[in-house]
């Protein structure tokens, strides 16, 4: 399994910006999705956006609802590094963030991806 590892999270206030980026051990070739989720304290995790992938090319891109308009999903290639640009915070927002991979072209549910990183915190407050 690709080890996933994210950073970036931290506290803001509402209207600002965090980029979070998630490192991966190895290049994954082929195609496959790699994917932001959240989870919020009491809620289930819930997709935030999704990019599937052939070798190098990024071939989509998803976003949830909430997400459409304030976040942006990419990735550099040569770092093994998935991004994930987030804009106009809100405090509904706050949330464990998760990088997930999956084979194939799945869609943005938690079930469809099988590796996950261990998370990083995201606080807006009001």
């Known amino acids: 399994q690709v080890r996933l590892v994210e950073s970036g999270g931290g506290s803001v206030q509402a209207g600002g910006s965090l980029r979070l980026s998630c490192t991966a051990s190895?290049?994954?070739?082929?195609?496959?999705?790699m994917a932001w989720f959240r989870q919020a304290p009491g809620k289930e995790r819930e997709g935030v956006a999704r990019?599937?992938?052939?070798?190098?090319?990024?071939?989509?891109?998803y976003y949830a609802d909430s997400a459409k308009g304030r976040f942006t999903i990419s990735r550099d290639n040569a770092k093994n590094m998935l991004f994930l640009q987030m804009n106009s915070l809100k405090p509904e927002d706050s949330a464990n963030y998760y990088c997930?991979?999956?084979?194939?072209?799945?869609?943005?549910?938690?079930?469809?991806?099988?590796?996950w990183g261990q998370g990083t915190q995201v606080t807006v407050s009001s």
């Open positions: 990019i599937l992938c052939e070798n190098y090319s990024v071939l989509d891109t």
């Open positions: 997930a991979t999956a084979r194939g072209w799945p869609a943005l549910l938690e079930e469809k991806f099988n590796n």
């Open positions: 190895e290049y994954m070739h082929g195609q496959y999705a």
